[in-house]
Every structure is written in structure tokens, then in C-alpha cells.
């Protein structure tokens, strides 16, 4: 007895609806990824990347993780960026965070998961960095929903400050870092105002969120 049957369905009905549609869809997707941006979101279910921007499968590359992070020393993300921007060439990172999200939660309020506190140790280094600021506000959801926003700005810097933007930034290849936030209450996404195009970019543009950093 199939125990996962339901899912075997549903991809059956999805590939025959999309082959009824676009008779050549798949062999075109089989021949090749030519996708324009990489997306560096959460692993939140409730955040699916390609649904969110109403593009196809092969138009945009994923990486996700707990909380959207992107750490230095993280090879897994490092050489899904490495990839995306020396072989497919993309022309856009888009980091994209989301409000309610568990993971700053958990970091905020500094609850005991297990293996993932040592994950959620980048998104507190993030509140102990802006405490001030997150110490301003009155409720425990402005400072979580204010942590989401944070959260993606610093991580937009940690991907602007690798090795594989930089190195592309100095060869003049075309890449944009974004940071993003998406909504789960309205299904919108909110532009945090923090992209760059190079590094003198995204210096004006951090010291312009953070002046007195």
C-alpha cells in the first residue's frame, strides 16, 4: 500500500494539467535553466518562492534555510551563490525574509529548540547588534516583526560582503543584491529599501538605513 499515494496523485494531475497547457513545457525545462535571479528565502512552508513571484519552475534559482541566513562560513549557501553567479550568470539575489517567521521567534525570545540554537546564534547576533533600536518598541510583535526586517538587511550585507559577489562586483558582471520581506497575512512583498549594485552601493545604502553604525 502506497503510503504517500496522495502526493503521487497530485504530481500526477500537476504534470498533465502543465503538459494540457504547454505541450512543450517539460522539454523545454529539461533541456536547460537559464533562470535571471536566486532566491535566498526561509524554509518556512508557507513562503514557496515561485508561487510568491508567479514564476515557472527554471526561472528561479532557490536556496532556503531556517530564518534566511546567509552565513560565511555556510558552504551549502556559499556554493548555491557561487553556482548561480559564476555558471548561471543571474542578475539578481533576492534575500527574502517573512513576518511571523518561527525562527526569530525562537531567537528573540531565546527558547531551547536543540541543534537549531546553534543556527538561531546568527539571528541573535543580529537583535544584540540593533538591541537599542528593538529595545525602542513597547510589544513583543514590533520587536519580532522588526527583527524579520533586520534579520534580511543584515544578511543582505553578509551576501554583498562574500567572496562570490564581491569577486563578481570587481569583474563588472551585472548582479543585484536585494533584501525583501514577505507578508504571510496579505501574500505581498515589501521592498526593505536595501539594494545594491556594487559595493560603494551597498555601503551608501546600509549607512543610509544605520547612520550612526
Same mark, same amino acid.
Given at each position: 500500500m502506497c503510503q504517500m499515494c496522495d502526493l503521487f496523485?497530485?504530481?500526477?494531475?500537476?504534470?498533465?494539467?502543465?503538459?494540457?497547457?504547454?505541450?512543450?513545457?517539460?522539454?523545454?525545462?529539461?533541456?536547460?535553466?537559464?533562470?535571471?535571479?536566486?532566491?535566498i528565502g526561509c524554509s518556512d512552508?508557507?513562503?514557496?518562492?515561485?508561487?510568491?513571484?508567479?514564476?515557472?519552475?527554471?526561472?528561479?534559482? $532557490?536556496?532556503?534555510?531556517?530564518?534566511?541566513? &546567509? !552565513?560565511?562560513?555556510?558552504?551549502?549557501?556559499?556554493s548555491v551563490m557561487q553556482y548561480a553567479v559564476d555558471v548561471l550568470k543571474v542578475r539578481h539575489i533576492i534575500v527574502t525574509g517573512h513576518y511571523g517567521c518561527g525562527g526569530i521567534r525562537a531567537a528573540l525570545s531565546n527558547q531551547k529548540l536543540g541543534l537549531i540554537d546553534n543556527w538561531l546564534r546568527h539571528v541573535q547576533d543580529v537583535a544584540a547588534k540593533h538591541k537599542k533600536e528593538l529595545d525602542i518598541?513597547?510589544?513583543?510583535?514590533?520587536?519580532?516583526?522588526?527583527?524579520?526586517e533586520l534579520n534580511v538587511i543584515e544578511q $543582505?550585507?553578509?551576501?554583498?560582503?562574500?567572496? &562570490? !559577489?564581491?569577486?563578481?562586483?570587481?569583474?563588472?558582471?551585472e548582479l543585484t543584491v536585494h533584501g525583501w520581506i514577505y507578508g504571510l497575512k496579505d501574500g505581498l512583498l515589501r521592498d526593505l529599501?536595501?539594494?545594491?549594485?556594487?559595493?560603494?552601493?551597498?555601503?551608501?545604502?546600509?549607512?543610509?538605513i544605520f547612520p550612526n553604525r
Open positions: 496523485k497530485n504530481n500526477k494531475a500537476w504534470a498533465s494539467k502543465v503538459t494540457q497547457n504547454d505541450p512543450e513545457f517539460f522539454r523545454r525545462l529539461a533541456g536547460q535553466q537559464n533562470p535571471q535571479y536566486l532566491w512552508s508557507r513562503v514557496p518562492a515561485n508561487d510568491i513571484v508567479g514564476l515557472e519552475p527554471g526561472q528561479i534559482f $532557490v536556496h532556503r534555510n531556517v530564518a534566511n541566513v &546567509v !552565513v560565511h562560513s555556510d558552504l551549502n549557501c556559499l518598541l513597547s510589544t513583543d510583535f514590533e520587536k519580532e516583526a522588526r527583527l524579520c $543582505v550585507s553578509n551576501a554583498c560582503l562574500t567572496t &562570490v !559577489v564581491q569577486q563578481a562586483w570587481d569583474r563588472n558582471q529599501e536595501i539594494t545594491a549594485s556594487s559595493s560603494e552601493d551597498f555601503r551608501a545604502h546600509y549607512e543610509r
